[in-house]
């Protein structure tokens, strides 16, 4: 069964717009649990109302790519709020959800792309960390239903 290893948020974007200078200093923050909005995102996340059509609404990303990158780059800690991404998972195929509804812990979304990595992954992680992460940097999705979603078991159950 998979698993919800960690559910964070951040009230402001480090990198996103930022091309030229230093990274932000919004610290990702890690919460017992999130409350989802369809269609407008996560609570206190700063991706919150966007928009229907936006595709930042939640983000996953799989422990094990965390572990992987940090282990192929010279990572002085493997800490995966630098990934700037909202829910840390175990044993899931996210790049399996890219194009399919889904649910979990009674909320229904629908998976719309990789979670392409950028230049500024260099500079948090390490040299190498952009390339490595390219086809494995996690899953943007759309709420589509209102809910929660708590640390801990959780059935990615794929709908019809």
Known sequence: MAEILKLMISSANNFRGNPAGNPGTAPLVE?????????????????FNPGADSKRQITFLDQAVV???????????????????NVLVAGVDLNALIGQRFMVQGVEFVGVEECAPC???????GPGAEAFLEN???LRAKILSDGTLKQGSACF???A
């Open 31 to 47: 919460c017992e649990e999130i409350c989802c909005v369809a269609g407008a995102g996560i609570v206190g996340d700063r991706y």
């Open 67 to 85: 572990e992987a990158v940090f282990a192929a780059t010279s990572a002085k800690e493997v800490d995966p709020r630098v990934l700037r991404r």
């Open 119 to 125: 230049f500024w992954m260099d500079l948090a992680i």
């Open 136 to 138: 494995r940097g996690g």
């Open 157 to 159: 159950q794929v709908l």
